[in-house]
């Protein structure tokens, strides 16, 4: 059997699955430009590995918000 694939990451993870610093990461999703974490459990809060694959793919966003 093969290795678990994560469906959500910490932070540090999900900074990391996007190629960026964490800090560069957290900027971003404080500006709004990246997805909020998600709480699983009291203290604990993930990001979708799924939201953000829909995030670099464009399959987040609406027709009418890409630039053209």
Do not use: C, H, Y
């Amino acid at each position: 059997m093969g290795q678990a694939l994560p469906i959500a990451v910490a932070e540090k993870n999900a900074a990391r699955l996007l190629d960026m610093p964490t800090s560069v990461f957290l900027d971003l999703v404080n500006k709004g430009a990246l997805p909020r974490p998600i709480g699983i459990a009291s203290g604990v809060q993930r990001w979708s590995v799924a939201q953000l694959n829909a995030i670099m793919t464009g399959a987040a966003m609406e027709d009418d918000e890409f630039e053209t």
